[in-house]
T-cell receptor
Framework: SAVISQKPSRDICQRGTSLTIQCQVD?????MFWYRQQPGQSLTLIAT?????????ESGFVIDKFPISRPNLTFSTLTVSNMSPEDSSIYLC??????????????FGPGTRLTVL | AQSVTQPDIHITVSEGASLELRCNYS??????LFWYVQSPGQGLQLLLK??????LVQGIKGFEAEFKRSQSSFNLRKPSVHWSDAAEYFC?????????????FGKGTHLIIQP
């Protein structure tokens, strides 16, 4: 398994501002993923982040709103830009299983709880 | 496109009673299936997974799940629940063959344990 940490764990932000969420893994991983969990809802994949290439976004998510960086094999950031109250969610980072030729097993970070006023 | 259906939004079970949480999936090829648990204020923890082989898989905390291809189901079971099992349970499906894709999650089942 992998140990994943996220910063911040929670934040309250004003409408129109941006927040960058950090995800740190204790081992090198190829695939990192960002999910959103809206209040009372399930998880929805935002994008897949590979080191050295542009992130791949799912339908309904765009780079201008959710820019992602992946500078190395243990770290990634997700920025939520120009926030509105609809962006209030838990944002989770996940990584593919270590050693992954991969059966697509993923481990999740603790999440960042974002509230936008 | 793949999808996951968890038909029960809430389930209430008495402590010590048996539990079954339903999950149906739609996927065009061989699916990889997962059950995750999310306790209040906590992250997601993997309970068990199915990739291939024996269709009855054992997980942590006394949970098991059975893959039934003919029914496109992957129901989670536990013979005797404990109060600490109260949580949100998510079924998820992933693409076979490699980690190029994220997971598709069901909407979750909220498990309530009655004393």
């Amino acid at each position: 398994s992998a140990v994943i940490s996220q910063k911040p764990s929670r934040d309250i932000c004003q409408r129109g501002t941006s927040l960058t969420i950090q995800c740190q893994v204790d081992s090198q991983v190829t695939m990192m993923f960002w999910y959103r969990q809206q209040p009372g809802q399930s998880l929805t994949l935002i994008a897949t982040a590979n080191q050295g290439s542009e992130a791949t976004y799912e339908s309904g998510f765009v780079i201008d709103k959710f820019p992602i960086s992946r500078p190395n094999l243990t770290f990634s950031t997700l920025t939520v830009s120009n926030m509105s109250p609809e962006d209030s969610s838990i944002y989770l980072c996940s990584v593919e299983a270590r050693g992954g030729v991969s059966y697509n097993e993923q481990f999740f970070g603790p999440g960042t709880r974002l509230t936008v006023l | 496109a793949q999808s996951v259906t968890q038909p029960d939004i809430h389930i209430t079970v008495s402590e010590g009673a048996s539990l079954e949480l339903r999950c149906n999936y739609s996927y065009g090829a061989t699916p990889y299936l997962f059950w995750y648990v999310q306790s209040p204020g906590q992250g997601l923890q993997l309970l068990l997974k199915y990739f291939s082989g024996d269709t009855l898989v054992q997980g942590i905390k006394g949970f098991e799940a059975e893959f039934k291809r003919s029914q496109s189901s992957f129901n989670l079971r536990k013979p005797s629940v404990h109060w600490s099992d109260a949580a949100e349970y998510f079924c998820a499906v992933g693409a076979a063959g490699g980690g190029a894709d994220g997971l598709t999650f069901g909407k979750g089942t909220h498990l309530i344990i009655q004393p």
